[in-house]
Nanobody, 124 residues
Framework: EVQLVESGGGLVQAGGSLRLSCTVS????????IGWFRQAPGKAREGVSC????????YYADSVKGRSSVNRSSSKHAVELQLNSLKPEDTAVYYC?????????????????WGQGTQITVSS
């Protein structure tokens, strides 16, 4: 059974950085497409980023492009999301999820397995 556990959230001032980690158990993380999503109170869930099993190609939503990076840590069995230049509007619960793939590329629709989420709060 594949399980995901997020960590690394917290309270940070605007302009700061955080690194989220999604630890995968029950499967080889390198072979999975992993996505990051977030949901702020009263708002729809938003796909933030994903990483594909094919050459670790990454996708970033416009809202985080240029100030985020996603990578795999094989030694940690994890996928990490680095968020820089954080803004108050980044405040949300961040979830990682196993994603379906199309030709080994991550596909943000219809996540298959979710983690429990980790809270990021950015103060102004």
């Amino acid at each position: 059974e594949v399980q995901l556990v997020e960590s690394g959230g917290g309270l940070v001032q605007a302009g700061g950085s955080l690194r989220l980690s999604c630890t995968v158990s029950g499967f080889t993380s390198d072979e999975l497409a992993i996505g990051w999503f977030r949901q702020a109170p009263g708002k729809a869930r938003e796909g933030v980023s994903c990483i594909s099993p094919k050459e670790n190609q990454a996708y970033y939503a416009d809202s985080v492009k240029g100030r985020s990076s996603v990578n795999r840590s094989s030694s940690k069995h994890a996928v990490e999301l680095q968020l820089n230049s954080l803004k108050p509007e980044d405040t949300a619960v961040y979830y990682c999820a196993v994603l379906p793939t199309v030709q080994q590329m991550c596909h943000m629709s219809n996540p298959l397995i979710w983690g429990q989420g980790t809270q990021i709060t950015v103060s102004s």
